[in-house]
């Protein structure tokens, strides 16, 4: 799996020309057909998502490239899964983050409770990530939860990129979250992408969002 931006012309372009790296080798990633198509539901609705498969010329490992508001295996755009992240953080319960989101309170139950199996390993990686990046980095109070840390450490990062990195604009925090953990935000094997590309000469999360 291999997070890339919205920009389907552009993504296909750079995959055509090499100048995508394979995470698993640095090798350049080619087309290699595509994986099957998904619906996703994201604030206004659902979006149909047909994700592009690559190859890489050096190891043959494949990798599906993932639009940045996808994560592996859930239904939900990243956008609204951060925004049950972001109210259960702040203290709301349950069956109030459901209602805020619009989804239902199992499903609810489920990010968060992922979430909160990784929150520590996640605390940890976007702090480094944070202070790896920042121009002048102050990383975050410890609040009262490891969960809200965590949060704080996504929201910080994406704060700490936008500070070095100005031209890139208004970088939203969970599509860096998306990014750098190559969509495996609530999944097993969590791994931030800190990568720099070879010709862009920026780090790979900045890239593919810009």
């Known amino acids: 799996m291999f997070t890339v931006g919205t920009d389907a012309a552009r993504v296909e372009e ?5 100048e995508l790296m394979c995470p698993s080798c640095g090798g ?22 047909r994700p592009r498969r690559s190859r890489c010329g050096e190891c043959g490992g494949s ?18 899964i951060g925004a049950a992240l ?12 459901a209602a805020v989101v619009g989804r239902p309170v199992e499903t609810v139950r489920g990010w968060l409770r992922c979430f909160t199996e990784r929150a520590e390993a996640v605390r940890v990686a976007f ?12 990383p975050p109070a410890a609040t009262s939860s490891v969960f809200a840390d965590a949060v704080a450490a996504i929201v910080g990062a994406s704060m700490a990129a936008r500070s ?24 097993p ?11 862009h000469e ?9």
């Open 14 to 18: 750079w995959l055509t020309d090499g």
């Open 202 to 210: 920026l780090p790979l999360p900045v890239l593919i969002l810009t």
């Open 86 to 97: 972001a109210a259960r953080a702040g203290g709301a319960g349950v069956r109030k983050v």
């Open 164 to 187: 070095r990195w100005p031209e890139i604009g208004e970088l939203p925090a969970w599509l860096l979250a998306a990014a750098v953990t190559g969509g495996r935000l609530l999944a």
């Open 127 to 138: 702090t480094a990530l944070l202070v790896g990046v920042g121009v002048d980095p102050v």
């Open 63 to 80: 990798h599906v490239l993932l639009p940045v508001f996808a994560l592996l295996r859930r239904a939900d755009a990243v956008s609204v």
């Open 28 to 49: 350049s990633l080619r087309p290699w057909g595509w994986a099957r198509t998904r619906t996703l539901r994201d604030d206004g609705g659902a979006v149909v998502l």
């Open 189 to 199: 094997g969590l791994a931030p992408i800190h990568k720099i590309n070879r010709q």
